[in-house]
């Protein structure tokens, strides 16, 4: 009798305890940013993400990338999210970076992980006939909650076609968790064309709200 009293006293502590620990677990809500219910414009510059599953777009296009003529395709098409070589650098910690454009949590979003997305580079020159992929490093830093910095992480993109290539996946670090704002740009000391940019497709985040 009094073994099994002291049985069921020792599993709801044990119990109260696990309920108590998951209250304090961080829930978050995972999106995959398609921008495919976004209407992009035929005029890219027009028609700005802004604010799109809880996340604030800055400097990001919604954009319609032609079919086999669009220089990157989209991995999920029709629409991705694209962005052109801002041309004044930007310091960020111990980092210099010509920037593309910015993430940040929006009002009702506390913070927010990055998990991966995929990418691709394109010259849009406006005399040229058609937009064409071009190969470049981007560079992606954050910032934390408490305002300290995530390490820059670099990803890679060699086109497979000139106008017609494949998007590529970057994966994030498990650091990067719990961000207020990522910002994706290139290295200050590398050389990329005027008219340079990146188009995002498929990126995977999970909010905490
Ligand atoms: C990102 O957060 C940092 C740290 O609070 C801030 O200095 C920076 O201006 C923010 N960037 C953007 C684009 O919101």
Redesign the pocket.
């Known amino acids: 009798m009094q073994a099994t009293l002291i049985a069921s006293l020792l599993v709801s502590t044990a119990f109260g305890a696990v309920i108590e620990d998951r209250s304090f677990l961080p829930q978050c809500i995972q999106y995959d940013d398609n921008y495919d219910d976004l209407t992009a414009s035929l005029v890219p510059l027009t028609s700005p993400v802004g604010t799109y599953h809880g996340l604030n777009y ?1 400097g990001f296009v919604v954009a319609t990338p032609a079919p086999l003529t669009g220089g990157v395709e989209a991995q999920s098409a029709p629409n991705v999210a694209a962005a052109t070589l801002q041309t004044d650098e930007i310091q960020l910690g111990s980092l210099s970076l010509q920037p593309f454009g ?1 993430i ?1 949590a929006a009002p009702g979003t506390k913070a927010f992980d990055l998990s991966s997305f995929y990418f691709g580079c394109f010259l849009n020159d406006h005399t040229a006939a058609a937009v064409v992929s071009q190969g470049c490093t981007v560079a992606v830093t954050g ?1 934390y909650l408490n ?1 300290a910095q995530a390490p820059e992480v670099t990803f890679a993109f060699a086109p497979t076609s000139p106008t017609a290539a494949n998007q590529v996946l970057a994966t994030l670090p498990i650091t990067y968790s719990g961000l ?2 990522v ?1 994706f740009g290139v290295a200050g000391a590398s050389v990329l064309a005027a008219g340079a940019g990146i188009n995002v497709d498929n990126l995977r985040h999970c909010n905490y709200v």
């Open positions: 800055g910015t940040s910032f305002g207020k704002n910002t």
